[in-house]
């Protein structure tokens, strides 16, 4: 074998391992958004607190990822996604540690923040890490990222639960450090790559923000991933006050939403390579079957009908996730971070205002169908936002 072979061989070994990197580096973040609701009650009891006040140890996450999604983007485009991904990785770590030992509902909600921060750039940081590898530039490449980083909030939902009767109230906190220690350490060990070969433009923030590119694949995003995470969020609420199941039957029912949108994601993603030119008709029909998801939860008052609806929305909403990141990155391609960071925006906007205003709707009479059904609405509407210049 030629030294030029032997190279090439050792490079593209180099770049497999930046998209496992990446797609590691996701599911470490996400791991550290959904592991403290996993254990609300324990929690709750720990700090003596209600469950509302539990709930803002996520709200603060999600508020904190949103403030850093486009300056998390920026540093990713000067500094490169692999640095970032480690700084995102310790700063995940520390806040955890620090949260088994400093007491208090304070420092909790201060040191959830922190890590609302390396969540964010961590998330952007892996999505731009794995383009290193040709594969990590298709939309394929993005819905397998997306469904690992899905399944790092599905595994932490499932397995921090199992652990608290050994660890009680750490075990959120322990299983977050013990996660991201042991991605942080694969990622140490990842070559450098070089760089894109692209100069890295500051595009000025509303510019950027309010590219009409951008605005579309944001909404497209939101009507996506955002109403799947808000509708997750409250389906085992209307499902027991609806249908009077066990929370342990509603939460199984409920879960197929997370779960299947870890296969959603990447199966959206073959989709758009193996059928290129129905991209745009495949976007707006998961579209419309998530609406009619959303619409069947609203309206519907069978187990059945609701546990199938669940388990569509899931899979529908996930669709689009490697397309519209795709999409964002290659469209900018001096700026990849920078553009999903502002892709990403919406759907966190999304989330932080959505999640209230569907819990408030159940103090409505319909106890929480006006909710889902005005995200069904919403979802379709979402249609129109599909850039068909984009995908055709």
Known sequence: MSGQAAAERVRGRSFGVAFAGGCLTGFAVSWNLTNTGAIATELGRHYGVGLVVVGLLTSVAFLAEFAVMIPGGRAIDRWGARRLSLLSLVVCLAGNALLVALPGIGAALALRWLIGVGVGAGFVAGSVWITADAGGRSPLGQGLFGGISLAGAGVATAVVPLLEGTLGWRSSYLTGVAVTAAVLAFALATPRLPGRGAAHETTPLRRLVGNPLIVRLGAMHAASFAFSVILGNWIVT????????????????????????????????????????????????????A??????????????????????LGLASGFPFGAAVAAAASSFPAAPGEAIGAMNLYAVTVIIAGLPLVGATFALPGDGRIGFAAVAVLTAAGIAAVPRAVFR
Request: no cysteine; aromatic share 4%.
């Open 291 to 312: 609406a009619a998801a959303s619409a069947a939860l609203a309206t519907s008052g069978s187990l059945a009908l609701d546990v199938l609806a669940a388990g569509v």
């Open 238 to 289: 209307l499902l027991t006050r609806h249908l009077g199941v066990s929370l342990g039957t509603a939460g199984i029912a409920g879960g197929l939403t997370l779960v299947l949108g870890i296969v959603g994601r990447p199966l959206g993603g073959w989709a758009m390579r193996r059928f290129p030119r129905r991209r745009y008709a495949l976007l707006a029909a998961s579209l419309a079957v």
